[in-house]
């Protein structure tokens, strides 16, 4: 199996874990989206794209790495994974689409690698994201990437920044110190 089809194993609610081989190099549009009892996904290298919504609405996903094939995490991948506590962006990524991570209220902390150029509407609603770290050679924040993060203190941005969008941090209430880079 090289691909995972639109819907593939979509609403597949007795479903807890999935191992993905090596061999597979999409995850497409809702794949495994509403498996409302998926737990653990085993993704392996090859793997390229995590297509719109693959994992949307997984809500008990809490242990799932990233491998280091990845280059694209699409629209709303992993949208409403209330269980994920912690995810690391490899460096092979090259985009993170717009909510992506949106609900994904357990992320404490991310660290954007600087081979993504720009982060859309990423991790709005992760409310208990607190600190993020976004690595030199990211050129552009998009419209409401932090937006409602409501535990966000820290946020460290690199000097290749050249625009934030539109209510990227809009309602950040905690948000204590953020330097501005001239670029």
């Known amino acids: 199996v090289t691909k995972i089809g639109i819907n593939a194993f979509y609403e597949c609610e007795g479903l807890t874990s999935v ?3 090596s061999s597979v190099t999409e995850i497409v549009r809702g794949a495994f ?3 409302k009892n998926l737990t653990t996904v085993k993704l392996s290298n090859g793997l390229v794209n995590i297509g719109d919504g693959a994992f949307s609405g997984c809500g008990k996903l809490a242990d799932i790495t990233i491998p ?3 280059v694209k995490i699409g629209f709303e991948a992993f949208k409403g994974c209330k ?3 912690s995810i690391t962006i490899p460096n092979s990524v090259k985009t993170i689409e717009a909510n992506a991570f949106e609900g994904c209220e357990s992320i404490t902390s991310i660290k954007i690698p600087k081979s993504v150029r720009k982060i859309g509407g990423a991790f709005m609603g992760c409310e208990n994201l607190a600190e993020v770290t976004i690595s ?4 552009e924040i998009d419209e409401s990437a932090f937006s409602l993060c409501v535990n966000l203190t820290t946020v460290k941005l690199p000097n290749s920044l050249t625009k934030i969008g539109e209510q990227a941090f809009m309602g950040c209430t905690k948000l204590v110190n953020i330097t501005i880079p001239e670029g």
């Open 33 to 35: 989206s509403q498996c």
């Open 136 to 139: 030199e050679g990211v050129t």
């Open 83 to 85: 269980s994920i506590t």
């Open 68 to 70: 280091n094939s990845v």
């Open 19 to 21: 191992t993905i081989p």
